[in-house]
């Protein structure tokens, strides 16, 4: 199927691997033109979590390209702490990163979307943002204000032709829980942790990243063109739909 996304610009935030690496994959499958960031590697190197870096991101990408189409607010992490323990600075981190980013990136984006009148945007959440993870406090509270800021953003912009989603995968088989050190070795041994998350979701397995990111770029694409201010769960059936 031919999405529409041919041409169009597309910044993918936090794009050298995982979900990110997949997103842009699949976008430049689909003809677009993708700019790729990350601390270490992409298009644009930085640490978004820092200010004026998600900016730079964006600003790069107009200077560039000529105009942003499509934002994709893909940056975050977290390690497994329990809330208790967790500091002021602790918590500031984690602020800058999981939701400071996505905001600086959109609002920087916002000006050249509202001035041609057209832009997607889809943040990606968690499905810890609708049943918090009393392992990651911090990060689900973070990814909780991402949706409420997506929502905010869809109702403030539709008027200027802005679309605004977000994506709430469940876990996924990234480096964020298979490197070493990682989240399924903070909770125990590694094979027994993944055995026990992939067991509690109701497809009894993690997600593959090209999974997620086929809902993040049909949402980037005109295929989804009614749909706004929404929240999109790919989690395996996680998070129940309450009727």
Known sequence: MDLGLRDQVCLVTG????????????????????????????????????????????RETIERHGRLDVLVNNVGGTDIRRLEDLTDEDWQVSFELNLMSAVRATRAALPDMRGRGAGTIVNVSSTAAKRPSTGMPDYS?????????????????????????????GPTTTQTWLVD????????????????????????????PEEI??????????????????????DGGTVPIIL
């Not at 033109?33 to 991101?57: F, H, I, Q, Y």
């Not at 989240?183 to 009894?204: M, Y």
Request: proline share 4%; aromatic share 4%.
């Open 15 to 58: 794009s050298t691997s995982g979900i990110g690496a997949e997103t842009a994959k699949l976008l430049r499958a689909e003809g677009a033109v993708v700019v790729t960031t990350g601390r270490s590697g992409g298009d644009v190197v930085g640490d978004l979590s820092r200010p004026g870096e998600p900016e730079r991101a964006v």
């Open 141 to 169: 509270v973070m990814k909780a204000a991402m949706l409420s800021f997506s929502r905010l953003v869809a109702d403030l912009y539709a008027k200027d032709g802005i679309r605004c989603n977000a994506v709430t995968p």
């Open 213 to 234: 990111a086929a809902v993040i770029v049909f949402l980037c694409s005109p295929r989804s063109s009614y749909v706004t201010g929404a929240a999109w769960s790919a």
């Open 181 to 208: 050190g990682g989240l399924a070795d903070q909770q125990g041994e590694r094979e027994a942790v993944l055995a026990k998350v992939a067991a509690g979701r109701p497809l009894g397995r993690f997600a593959q």
